[in-house]
């Protein structure tokens, strides 16, 4: 039988799903507010979403944010929570274009490939320490990817000023300057905990592995993404960098950081639990 | 529903035959009594604005010669005013009263100021007791709707005017205008109340630089800003948020190459300039710039006209939602005229029912409990259902045309020997309460209940 928890995530799903389908359909109007749907809905979603995290945690233990497939899910849920918060401080759900169809993805790709947890086969996953670098990047992975949409948003809407034309969904994002702040406070949020993050995972792998870990394509490309991360603090802080340039940066931070997720596959020594 | 209206208004009058009509408020109330005084009116309201003069009646038996008011009190003759005037009755005068108060009717639709003008008006004629039961009901009727319409159509969102349209723009940049600061190139007027409404919005200070550097002192003063010699301006331009900039000047003031050096002095914070000069103060290029937003006349006035455009679209949408309103209105006001009669048949019933069982009482002697109660239930279900078809007929007939309606009412009121309405006052006091009581009537389905039960 598959548990109940399941349910409730496949349920957060369909909810997501026609969260997104709804703004995806609203993109051309001007009028009809996009929340008067769509936040409900997705809303709904998240409360599923959370009780089902709750659930596993309760099940599993903490150790399940170390599959995969769990880790995906929690990385869901942080975003959707963030993009709620932005909701409830800025009244706009416009980030909701491109939050929510990842956020669909992450938790289909949850809710269809999960399989119960086991924990048992590893011993070393147990660690106190494997919990903390997890979770604290998954924070860092959910900043950067608010920064990413924010920055795509700060451009779309810069260059539609000055186009003189307000297409459709355009006219109902925050100002500019809201935006900018908007990705800018989650850089500013999300690079500790990226950094605490990589560093406790660099700790505890060198003394299991030694120097031979650093080679993994994982890690260089967590390197990387980290290096550009503070780059785009580094340019916005010296110079005030934003609009085109900024978003540049950004989002070839956002394509290291996908490599990087993606890259649990490749690597031979950085695994999720599951194969 | 025997409403009228009369007036002139934009459309219908020029602005010297406007004046003639205009009523000023001190004169109001005793425009009112005349009104009242007129033949067959028993409630009326005047409304007297710039754009429009419109005098709103009620009578008691349907029909009011509203032409003749005018008449008298502007003192016109015949033939002299009419051409001017419009006139609506019954559903008509209601619709116009909604359309009114949502601001459909005016010279700028969507506009706010005519919902207090009217509201005005209103408590005006409430005052002197010209308002109090049916008329009291449309036009509170219409300010919910006016509500309505406000929130539920986007008819009033979008500014319409080259001011308004800066400030939305900066707003769209900047947020809040919260501490930004504007700088004036040149000192016209079109300058002033732009930078009018950008402080009106937040923005904390004006800084102004002009040719004439006395002119440049004047309008700052007016504005607790600062004056600056116009040769600094270069130096200066970089601490404000947004420039508008309106000189007389046959060339362009900024060029792309200043625009560079402003961004670099401001650490790429955004700019908003704004040029109303013709011929222009500010090379186009500059809006190519990551960070710098150029707007001119043009460009403004093409916002102005793509929100007229998105009002009228509103405005078509707020029109079905008035038209909609009017029909249920239309019920609510039938509903409130046989609601009375209704509940005066109950209590009538009622009373019979009280005096009959009290007389049995007197031969019967005591009763058990038991006895007592089957009594009770016996004589209810009788007068329950003998009152069902009457009951139940008053009730469609009130869903159904008014005149019908009215005949229904009258005809139960003869069979029964009730009583004429009560005073209208008391009426509108009681209005609510009755409404209740004939609604949990129809949900029962049984005809007679007591009302204080």
């Keep these: ?34 929340s008067r749907f769509a936040v409900p809905t997705v809303g709904l979603g998240l409360v599923f979403h959370f009780v089902s995290i709750v659930e596993t945690t309760y099940f599993n233990g903490y150790q399940h944010l170390l599959d995969i497939r769990h880790a995906e899910s929690a990385l869901a849920l942080l975003i959707m929570i963030i993009f709620m918060g932005v909701f409830v401080r800025y009244r706009t759900t416009s980030p909701g274009v491109f939050v929510l169809p990842l956020v669909f993805f992450l938790t289909v790709a949850s809710a269809v490939f999960q399989r119960p947890a086991d924990m048992s086969s590893s011993p070393m996953l147990r660690s106190g ?33 000055k186009a003189k034309v307000q297409p459709g969904w355009l006219s109902k994002l925050p100002a500019l300057q809201v935006t900018d702040e908007l990705g800018y406070k989650a850089l500013l949020i999300g690079f500790p905990f990226m950094t605490v993050g990589l ?57 290291a950081a996908v490599c990087a997720w993606a890259a649990n596959y490749l690597s031979r020594v950085h695994r999720f639990v599951a194969p | 529903m025997n409403f009228f209206v009369i007036g002139v208004n934009h459309r219908t009058a020029p602005v010297e035959v406007r004046e003639r009509f205009a009523i000023p408020e001190s004169r109001l109330p005793e425009a009112l009594e005349k009104l009242l005084s007129l033949e067959g ?43 001017y005037c419009f006139e609506h009755d019954h ?77 939305e723009l900066a707003e769209k940049i900047f947020g809040s205008l919260q501490g930004k600061s504007v700088y004036l190139v040149g000192a016209g007027k079109m300058c002033e109340l732009a930078a009018r409404h950008l402080l ?27 004056a600056i010699p116009f040769d600094n301006l270069y130096e200066t331009v970089a601490k404000a948020d947004i420039v508008i900039s309106s000189t007389g000047a046959p060339h362009t003031i900024f060029r792309k190459e200043h625009g560079e050096k402003f961004l670099a002095q401001r650490r790429n914070r955004p700019m908003f300039f704004i040029d109303i000069a013709v011929p222009r103060d500010i090379d186009p290029g500059l809006n190519d710039l990551d960070g710098i937003f150029v707007y001119d006349i043009d460009d403004l006035q093409q916002v102005v006209k793509a929100h007229i ?14 038209e909609e309103e009017v029909s249920r209105f239309q019920q609510r006001l039938q509903t409130a005229e046989v609601v009375p009669t209704l509940v005066s048949l109950q209590e009538h019933l009622e009373t019979l029912r009280q005096a009959e069982i009290d007389r049995m009482r007197g031969r019967l002697g005591q009763l058990t409990p038991e006895q007592e109660s089957a009594v009770e239930a016996l004589t209810r279900s009788i007068i329950n259902k003998i ?10 007939a009130a869903r159904e045309q008014q005149e019908s309606a009215t005949t229904v009412v009258e005809v139960v009121r003869k069979l029964f020997n009730l009583h004429a309405p009560k005073a209208p006052e008391a009426q509108r006091d009681t209005r609510e309460q009755q409404q209740e009581v004939a609604v949990s009537a129809g949900q029962q389905n049984t005809g007679v209940t007591n009302p204080k039960a």
Excluded at chain 1, 25 to 31: A, D, E, F, I
Excluded at chain 1, 129 to 148: D, E, P
Excluded at chain 2, 203 to 220: F, M, P, Q, S
Excluded at chain 2, 387 to 396: D, G
Aim: charged share 20%; proline share 2%; net charge positive.
């Design chain 1, 1 to 34: 039988m598959q548990p109940i928890y399941l349910l409730w995530l496949r349920v957060a799903a369909v909810l997501y799903g026609l969260g997104f389908i709804y703004v995806l359909s609203q993109l051309r109007s001007k009028n009809a507010p996009l």
């Design chain 1, 129 to 161: 320490w494997i919990f903390f670098h997890v979770s604290t990047l998954l924070i860092g992975y959910a900043a950067l990817f608010l920064s990413f949409v924010s920055s795509i948003l700060y451009i779309f809407q810069a260059r539609s000023l």
């Design chain 1, 199 to 255: 560093i406790a995972g660099m700790i505890f792998a060198s003394e299991k592995f030694g120097a031979s870990y650093f080679g993994d394509p994982k890690v260089v490309l967590s390197l990387l993404m980290w290096g550009v991360y503070m780059l785009l603090i580094y340019t916005r802080w010296s110079a005030g960098w934003r609009g085109r340039k900024a978003a540049y940066l950004a989002t070839f931070a956002f394509a």
């Design chain 2, 41 to 83: 009116v028993e409630e009326g309201m005047i409304v007297s604005t710039c754009n429009r003069v419109e005098v709103f009646a009620r009578s008691r038996n349907g029909n009011c010669d509203l032409k003749e008011f005018v008449r008298n009190y502007y003192g016109f003759k015949p033939g002299e005013f009419e051409q």
């Design chain 2, 91 to 167: 559903l008509e005068a209601v619709k116009h009263v909604f359309r009114v108060a949502s601001s459909l009717d005016s010279m700028v639709v969507g506009e706010s100021q005519i919902l207090g003008q009217v509201k005005e008006a209103y408590a005006t004629a409430r005052a002197v007791g010209a308002v109090q039961s049916q008329l009291d009901m449309l036009l509170s009727r219409a300010f919910a709707v006016a509500k309505k319409v406000r929130t539920d159509t986007a008819i009033a969102t979008s500014s319409v005017s080259i001011a308004s349209v800066a400030v």
């Design chain 2, 200 to 226: 009106a919005h937040g923005a904390a200070k004006i800084y102004v630089a002009n040719r004439t550097y006395e002119r440049a002192l004047g309008l700052a003063s007016k504005f607790h800003g600062e």
């Design chain 2, 309 to 322: 455009g998105d009002r009228k679209r509103e405005a078509e949408r707020a029109e079905s939602l008035v």
């Design chain 2, 387 to 396: 009152m069902h078809t009457p009951i139940t007929t008053l009730k469609s």
